[in-house]
T-cell receptor, first 116, second 116 residues
């Protein structure tokens, strides 16, 4: 069964460093998403991406964040200068369609980012 | 603004019993979708079930059903015949067309523990 994969599973970095979180969405999916979940809290939407551009982004997704689809398979989230409060689980998701209200998004296993 | 409320931080159920996880929502939009996700201790997010605001029938997927009460703005998840593998965090989420934005909103989750 096709699945979304994410690497690394755990990333530890120093405050102020740049990190790149990588995701490989399901191959025939066209819509990609990043979410984050601070430990013990709810999942928060960061950004959606389609046709090589951002479709929507939340208030969390400020200038420190960027996304890219560098090739036909990878989808990356870059945090330019990490802060302590960026420590969280980051989930990538993909969907075949963007049915506005309904679209089944398939989530990856997540990358746990720890900023020291 | 959209809001999802899950008032039960933790629930316990005996194996093979049914359990209801509560979710109430708030939106001024007429068109919206409600989702439930399961997050086991391994961390991944697993889509369980979807209910559209215009769906007249309650959604069902195997042992999962959604008790949708539109007037009360509730979308409770019912798990029948609980299994030990159902122990996990459960998140209710909503997507609505809010000013052209379809950013999903998640609740804080309910931790379900199934006892043998």
């Amino acid at each position: 069964e096709p699945e979304v994969t994410q690497t690394p599973s755990h990333q530890v970095t120093q405050m102020g460093q740049e990190v790149i979180l990588r995701c490989v969405p399901i191959s025939n999916h066209l819509y990609f998403y990043w979410y984050r979940q601070i430990l013990g809290q709810k999942v928060e939407f960061l950004v959606s991406f389609y046709n090589n551009e951002i479709s929507e982004k939340s208030e969390i997704f400020d200038d420190q964040f960027s996304v890219e689809r560098p090739d036909g398979s990878n989808f990356t989230l870059k945090i330019r200068s990490t802060k302590l409060e960026d420590s969280a689980m980051y989930f990538c998701a993909s969907s075949e369609t963007s049915g506005r209200v309904y679209n089944e998004q398939f989530f990856g296993p997540g990358t746990r980012l720890t900023v020291l | 603004a959209q809001k999802i409320t899950q008032t039960q931080p933790g629930m316990f159920v005996q194996e093979k019993e049914a359990v209801t996880l509560d979710c109430t929502y708030d939106t001024s939009d007429q068109s919206y979708g409600l989702f439930w996700y399961k997050q086991p201790s391994s961390g991944e997010m697993i889509f369980l079930i979807y209910q559209g605001s215009y769906d007249e029938q309650n959604a069902t997927e195997g042992r999962y059903s959604l008790n949708f009460q539109k007037a009360r703005k509730s979308a409770n998840l019912v798990i029948s015949a609980s299994q030990l593998g159902d122990s996990a965090m459960y998140f209710c989420a909503m997507r609505a067309a809010s000013g052209g934005s379809y950013i999903p909103t998640f609740g804080r989750g309910t931790s379900l523990i199934v006892h043998p």
